[in-house]
T-cell receptor, first 111, second 113 residues
Framework: GESVGLHLPTLSVQEGDNSIINCAYS??????FIWYKQESGKGPQFIID?????DKRQGQRVTVLLNKTVKHLSLQIAATQPGDSAVYFC??????????FGTGTSLTVIP | DTAVSQTPKYLVTQMGNDKSIKCEQN?????MYWYKQDSKKFLKIMFS???????INETVPNRFSPKSPDKAHLNLHINSLELGDSAVYFC????????????FGPGTRLTVT
């Protein structure tokens, strides 16, 4: 099976600061990665994705960085807001059909 | 309109019972999934159906049987429920193509007593 892990299970940041959530993956054949946000009592929600032919992708206030050499993925959230408090998951795939999720990082934004 | 819906939202039942969870998506997607999320928030894929055909069946006890009557529905039937089946079960759907983004339902919290 796959192994997708996160370095930090919990992260607390001050409102307005930038957040960085890290993820390590083990399958060098993985070519597609997604970050999801899961708020309490809800299903995961897509944030941003990146393919292995890229090393950086930006969205609205979020940036995903991919380092294939060390099999590492990160999600950067700029100007973190209280609404960003949630559990964040990275997921990897090399077929597009099957995704393996990491254990999740709980982000708490302190007002 | 809800894109991916699941019923029921909560399910409390006793060991040994048989129960079903229903999932429907109105996005026109061709692929649907079932995931199990344990108490530590770990999300693990259980099944995947593409156009009503099973394409992924992870190591799941055969007490779990998915059924896809059509592209928009993927139900999960569980026989002889065990304590370890207690978890939140998520249905998801996606459209194979440029993006593999999966849309998740709100989840069904199953508690086996």
């Amino acid at each position: 099976g796959e192994s997708v892990g996160l370095h930090l299970p919990t992260l607390s940041v001050q409102e307005g600061d930038n957040s960085i959530i890290n993820c390590a993956y083990s399958n060098s054949a993985s070519d597609y990665f997604i970050w999801y946000k899961q708020e309490s009592g809800k299903g995961p929600q897509f944030i941003i994705d990146i393919r292995s032919n890229m090393d950086k992708r930006q969205g609205q206030r979020v940036t995903v960085l991919l380092n294939k050499t060390v099999k590492h993925l990160s999600l950067q959230i700029a100007a973190t807001q209280p609404g960003d408090s949630a559990v964040y998951f990275c997921a990897e795939s090399h077929t597009g059909n099957q995704f393996y999720f990491g254990t999740g990082t709980s982000l708490t934004v302190i007002p | 309109d809800t894109a991916v819906s699941q019923t029921p939202k909560y399910l409390v039942t006793q060991m040994g019972n048989d129960k079903s969870i229903k999932c429907e998506q109105n996005l026109g997607h061709d692929t649907m999934y079932w995931y199990k999320q344990d108490s530590k928030k770990f999300l693990k894929i259980m099944f995947s159906y593409n156009n009503k055909e099973l394409i992924i069946n992870e190591t799941v006890p055969n007490r779990f049987s998915p059924k896809s009557p059509d592209k928009a529905h993927l139900n999960l039937h569980i026989n002889s429920l065990e304590l370890g089946d207690s978890a939140v079960y998520f249905c998801a759907s996606s459209q194979q193509g440029a993006s593999y983004e999966q849309y998740f339902g709100p989840g069904t919290r199953l508690t086996v007593t």
